[in-house]
């Protein structure tokens, strides 16, 4: 297989990786509980094709994916104390992370090569939003009484965080400019991101997560200060998209139950917030003995005070003697510092800082051009959604792996426009030299006539 038929499969392999994403629930290997399904299969083969390519120049890396090499190392370390009988699992937790590192690194790398537009992937995962949606939406009406029944999602925990990843890529979208000159294209995106998105939040409500709510709360709120402060001429497009949501989830909440299954459910979770808050501030605290957060806390305490340093294993925090809940650690960064110790929560604590920071310099960077609003939305996406990370785990969840491409990919489109209008400048200089008339001579100095000419 030559080249340009590898890298022609890796494009196609691409919308069928993206919408794979979505289904957790879909396992090949069910005996494994770390889910072994599709979007491994496809990604394996993805990878494999892509080394089999042979190379002109040298694989690209980037600062973030160098991060999460990292924390492949800090993973790897903190195994060295693991207990006993957990090793399987944290060696697999770790298979997990290099995975994401591959992940990352070829399509990164396939795009560069490529030079793809980003409107390309944006387009697969708004397409697979907006199936996934009716299928959550279909389960619901078959299983209205039965909150974990949600398709193609294993629980509906999973379903909140990766529909409001997916809610926010789907608005990157949404903002992006359509330079395609078959204008019906343009009467499509519209209305296919607008089902996106209800679709999304949809998914969202009924989830019943709390965190989630907040975090796309915050998120709204962000977006329109954003967008005030740095876009004034797009308020008018982000006010409708504002009332879109808020008057959705609002129709949901107060009426929405005669022909949207659960939105009882989702009343009484929206609720429950401010318990949710206080909950949460007495274990961390230290108010609060009792209950699944401060259990975790406690573990999470025991843990540090047992291997500081490097952890008591990737991944296996679950099965620690020690840890009083018996389940996994739900906040992503005390995870860090329980399961990879002090080494691991700073390479994590970087990355963060390193993605929302980063997708803000981008929106300055982009302002003024016609892709200022999605990179407007994409810093809000990634600020709201680290909110989300201080309740939910997000390293290992799939649609958090495509917000990480779309940054990378969107990164690298920012300086390729940002060059290229550099070069158009230079050269639009160059063409003006040219065409400036000559200086006028000084009087007495001589004209000199190339050879050839007679002289007027």
């Known amino acids: 297989m030559n080249q340009p038929e590898t890298r022609s499969i890796l494009h196609l ?111 697969w995962i708004t397409l697979s939003a907006a199936i996934v949606g009716p299928w959550i939406l279909r389960q619901g009406f078959l299983y209205s009484t039965d909150i974990e029944a949600v398709g193609p999602f294993r629980n509906r925990s999973h379903m909140g965080i990766y529909m409001l990843t997916a809610f926010w890529l789907v608005l990157v979208y949404t903002f992006w400019p359509d330079r395609r000159r078959v204008r019906w294209t343009k009467w499509i995106k519209t209305p296919v991101c607008l089902v996106a998105l209800a679709l999304s939040l949809y998914a969202v409500a009924i989830s019943g997560r709390r965190s989630v709510y907040l975090s796309l709360f915050l998120g709204l709120v962000g977006l329109v200060l954003v967008f005030n402060l740095v876009l004034r001429r797009r308020r008018a497009v982000v006010a409708v998209i504002l009332a879109f949501a808020v008057g959705f989830l609002g129709l949901l909440y107060t009426g929405g139950g005669d022909f949207l299954p659960r939105s009882d459910f989702f009343q009484a979770r929206v609720d429950m917030i401010g318990s949710r808050l206080r909950t949460a501030s007495d274990a961390i605290s230290g108010a609060s003995e009792s209950g699944f957060m401060a259990m975790q806390m406690q573990g999470v305490k025991t843990a540090v005070s047992t291997h500081p340093l490097l952890g ?107 060059s290229e209008i550099l070069k158009r400048q230079a050269a639009r200089s160059q063409a003006a030299a040219r065409l400036e008339p000559a200086p006028p001579l000084s009087h007495g100095q001589p004209i000199n006539v190339p050879a050839g000419h007679d002289r007027a």
Do not use: C
């Open 13 to 123: 392999l691409l919308p069928a990786l993206v919408f794979s994403a979505f289904l957790t629930e879909i396992k090949f290997i069910p005996a494994i509980a770390n889910n072994v399904g599709l979007f491994e299969v496809l990604g394996g083969l993805a990878i494999a094709l892509f080394f089999l390519i042979p190379h002109g120049s040298a694989i690209s890396g980037n600062p973030l994916i160098a991060m999460v090499g990292l924390m492949v190392v800090a993973a790897v370390a903190s195994l060295v104390n693991v207990q006993a009988g957990s090793l399987q699992t944290g060696l697999i937790q770790v298979t997990i992370l290099v995975f994401l590192l591959l992940f990352l690194l070829v399509f990164y790398n396939l795009f560069l090569q490529r030079q793809i537009d980003p409107s390309y992937l944006l387009r």
């Open 312 to 418: 008591i294993g990737w991944g296996t925090f679950h099965e620690w003697v020690l840890n009083p809940s018996r389940h996994e650690v739900h906040s992503t960064p005390l995870k860090f510092l329980a399961e990879t110790g002090f080494f691991g929560l700073a390479i994590y604590l970087t990355f963060l800082f390193r993605l929302v920071f980063g997708a803000g310099r981008l929106a300055v960077r982009m302002r003024g051009s016609p892709y200022a609003a999605s990179y407007l939305v994409l810093s809000v996406a990634t600020a709201s959604l680290s909110v989300s990370y201080l309740y939910n785990r997000h390293l290992t969840e799939r649609t958090f792996w495509l917000l990480l491409l779309v940054f990378l990919v969107l990164e690298a489109f920012a300086f390729g426009y940002e």
